[in-house]
């Protein structure tokens, strides 16, 4: 069955630069779809095994949230997402918690850069987009969570489930100024080791942080081990893998992974930091006073992490030093590079 | 007051240093807090996390959230997370409902049909 988008068949030119003019007029100069198909992506996709749960009342978080998670493997009812993300006194769901949702169930939150054409690869590329909208006008705003889960440039429209309705159709004008009141804000669920159709470096890697940071050990070790991949120079990839390690206790792997970062960036103090309290870890005292030391004449002025570093050195100076000659063998091996 | 507030003030002390071991080890740095730095996003004046932890707790409680929730909830967030909710839960974006967006063509269709900018709503 063909819908015909919002806006109606009688006056569907009027309608559209109306709504665009009124949405647009709040958002500024909004980003339409260019009609013969987004940049090196196939002119129509849509999702059609997407997952579809009608919303109840103020429970849009809820069911969009259902939905990727269903498209990403993991089965949820909106009902039991509510004790997670629902805050009954905002009546609505914020962000950070739907970030913190996908994140609990070892998958990697990756909230997009905000423009069509990003957002369009990631659904060319299988995966439903689950967007913020802010509708209303003037001091009635509402805010509003859908999922993407098609497109089609030759027609000009954004496919959505959203709210009670399986397969809405907004024209991309129209779905674009909703979408850009609420900062275009967007984000996948994605297995971790996978990366986004249209990656960008910091924000894969505060999403694998996440991961890290709330002791996903796992995930956030393939999630670093794909960007490692990707950015084979890029120094925090590396960081990221090697603090997985230490996070573990694997002192060893740890230490070899922050030489390796600081063989790429050999005044970024966080490996500087951990590289000295690894190799103090491992009972190489000397290696790690040297390491600080060597460090500390590569940093960056305004270095932000300075106070950290003293700490780390006022530490492992407090620690015992062993005659000279008894540190571990391994230590002779681990050479400041 | 001498010997209870003392030994109030020797259990305050007893219990702050709970938070930092006897032997010494310093601190990693965590990749996120590595990226907030290397990125220069880290605002250093911000409150602590775990103060952050607290004040988010009790504005997830105050906000209706079942007090059995609070915690898991809590613990699920990064720093960086928990340091935002705690500055701005009343005022982000709660996404709650649709509003039909077809109604507010039609409010502003007829507003212009009044002022008389357009005629598209034939008298006939």
Redesign the interface.
């Known amino acids: 069955m063909r819908r015909v988008p919002?806006?109606g068949r009688r006056?569907p030119a009027?309608?559209a630069t109306?709504?665009a003019l009124?949405l647009a007029g709040c958002a500024g100069q909004s980003r339409l779809v260019d009609t013969t198909g987004p940049a090196g992506l196939p002119p129509k996709v849509e999702l059609t095994a997407t997952p579809f749960h009608p919303?109840s009342?103020?429970q849009?978080?809820p069911a969009?949230l259902a939905t990727v998670l269903g498209a990403a493997g993991r089965d949820v009812l909106p009902a039991s997402l509510s004790?997670?993300?629902f805050?009954?006194?905002?009546?609505?769901?914020?962000?950070?918690?739907i970030?913190?949702?996908i994140?609990?169930r070892g998958l990697l939150p990756y909230e997009l850069e905000g423009d069509l054409t990003t957002l369009f690869a990631e659904v060319a590329a299988g995966r439903p987009v689950l967007v913020?909208q802010?509708?209303?006008?003037g001091p009635?705003?509402?805010?509003?969570?859908?999922v993407v889960v098609g497109y089609d440039a030759t027609r000009d429209v954004v496919t959505l489930r959203?709210?009670t309705r399986e397969r809405l159709q907004?024209r991309a004008a129209?779905f674009d100024a909703?979408w850009a009141r609420?900062d275009r804000w967007a984000i996948v669920a994605l297995a971790p080791g996978t990366l986004p159709a249209r990656t960008d470096l910091?924000r894969y890697?505060?999403a694998?942080?996440?991961l890290?940071?709330?002791r996903q050990y796992d995930e956030a070790r393939a999630a670093?081990a794909a960007a490692v991949a990707q950015w084979p120079y890029e120094p925090?990839p590396r960081?990221?893998g090697a603090?997985v390690e230490?996070?573990l206790g694997h002192w060893r792997e740890a230490e070899h992974g922050y030489a390796e970062v600081l063989r790429l960036a050999p005044g970024?103090?966080?490996?500087i930091?951990?590289r000295?309290?690894a190799l103090?870890?491992l009972g190489c005292r000397t290696l790690a006073l040297r390491v600080l030391d060597d460090g500390a004449a590569r940093l960056a002025p305004d270095?932000?992490?300075r106070v950290?570093l003293s700490?780390?050195l006022a530490?492992?100076e407090?620690?015992p030093a062993l005659p000279a000659g008894s540190e571990p063998a391994l230590c002779a091996q681990l050479q400041v590079r | 007051m001498s010997f209870r507030k003392g030994l109030v003030y020797a259990l305050c002390l007893a219990v702050l240093n709970l938070g930092s071991p006897m032997m010494?080890?310093?601190?990693?740095?965590?990749?996120?807090?590595?990226?907030e730095?290397?990125?220069?996003t880290?605002d250093?004046a911000t409150v602590s996390a775990a103060l952050a932890r607290d004040q988010v707790r009790e504005q997830?409680t105050?906000?209706?959230?079942?007090p059995a929730?609070v915690e898991?909830?809590v613990a699920?967030?990064?720093?960086t997370?928990l340091r935002?909710?705690a500055e701005r839960?009343?005022q982000?974006?709660?996404?709650?409902?649709?509003?039909a967006?077809?109604g507010?063509?039609f409010v502003?269709?007829i507003i212009?049909e009044v002022v008389g900018v357009?005629d598209?709503f034939k008298k006939t």
């Not at chain 1, 009635?140 to 859908?146: G, K, L, M, Q, S």
């Open positions: 919002r806006g006056f009027v309608a109306l709504l009124l919303q009342d103020q849009c978080g969009a004790q997670e993300i805050l009954p006194g905002r009546q609505g769901t914020l962000q950070p918690e970030v913190a949702a994140r609990a913020l802010r509708q209303g006008f009635w705003p509402a805010w509003h969570y859908a959203s709210g907004l129209v909703t609420a910091t890697l505060r694998a942080a996440g890290e940071a709330t670093y925090l960081l990221g603090n230490a996070a970024l103090a966080a490996a930091n951990n000295a309290e103090s870890r270095e932000p992490l950290a700490r780390t530490a492992i407090a620690s | 010494a080890h310093a601190e990693l740095v965590g990749t996120m807090q590595a990226l730095a290397s990125t220069r880290q250093l997830m105050a906000l209706g959230v079942d929730a898991a909830r699920r967030l990064t720093d997370e935002t909710l839960m009343d982000m974006p709660a996404g709650g409902d649709a509003l967006v077809i507010i063509v502003v269709l212009l357009i598209i």
